[in-house]
C-alpha cells in the first residue's frame, strides 16, 4: 500500500496531469504547488540545458530539493495516463528509490504506482516509446524491453 505521502503526490499529479493541458507555461517556469504545500512542479514551456539550449527530456527531478521541471511542449501532446506515468517515474528518484539516480528503478518505482493506480498498459508503453525514441540507443533498447517485460508481468490482467 502506498504510504500518505505518496497518496498525496498522486492526489496532486493526478489535478497537474487533468489541467496540463490549459495550465500557464513559460520559459522562465510557473511554479505550481500541492495543497499541503509539499510538492511542486515548475511548468517550463520547454525544459533547457545549463547553457539555455531546449533538451528533449519531458520532466525532470531535481535531486537536491524533490522540485519536478516539466516541458508543456511535450506534456500538452500526452494523455492524461502518459502524463501520469512521467510523474510518477519521476518522483519515484526522489521519495522512493533506494539510488535516486537510477532510472530503471524509477521506472519499475513508478509503474507500480501507475499499473496499482488502474491507468492503462497501452498509454506506460506509448509515453516510454515516446521518450526513448528521442535518444535511440541500445541502452534505452534494453530499457524498454526490460519495461515491457515489467509491465507484462506486474499490470493487471
Known amino acids: 500500500p502506498a504510504s500518505k505521502k505518496t497518496k498525496s503526490f498522486i492526489r496532486f499529479a493526478q ?9 500557464a507555461a513559460t520559459p522562465k517556469g510557473q511554479l505550481y504547488r500541492s495543497n499541503n ?29 524533490g522540485k519536478i521541471e516539466v516541458s508543456a511542449s511535450q506534456f500538452v501532446n500526452y494523455t492524461i495516463p502518459m502524463r501520469m506515468a512521467i510523474l510518477l517515474h519521476e518522483y519515484s528518484h526522489f521519495n ?7 532510472e530503471e528503478e524509477a521506472d519499475k518505482n513508478g509503474l507500480k504506482l501507475y499499473l496499482a493506480l488502474g491507468y492503462p498498459k497501452i ?8 521518450v526513448f525514441k528521442r535518444s535511440p540507443s541500445l541502452q534505452n533498447k534494453e530499457r ?5 517485460n515489467f509491465i507484462k508481468n506486474n499490470g493487471r490482467k
Open 144 to 148: 524498454y524491453d526490460r519495461l515491457d
Open 123 to 130: 498509454d506506460a508503453y506509448n509515453v516510454f516509446l515516446n
Open 37 to 65: 504545500g509539499k510538492f511542486k512542479i515548475v511548468y517550463f514551456d520547454n525544459i533547457r540545458s545549463q547553457n539555455g539550449k531546449v533538451i528533449s527530456t519531458p520532466a525532470r527531478i531535481s535531486q537536491v530539493s
Open 96 to 102: 522512493l528509490n533506494k539510488e535516486p539516480s537510477n
Open 15 to 23: 489535478e497537474f496531469s487533468d489541467e496540463a493541458g490549459y495550465l
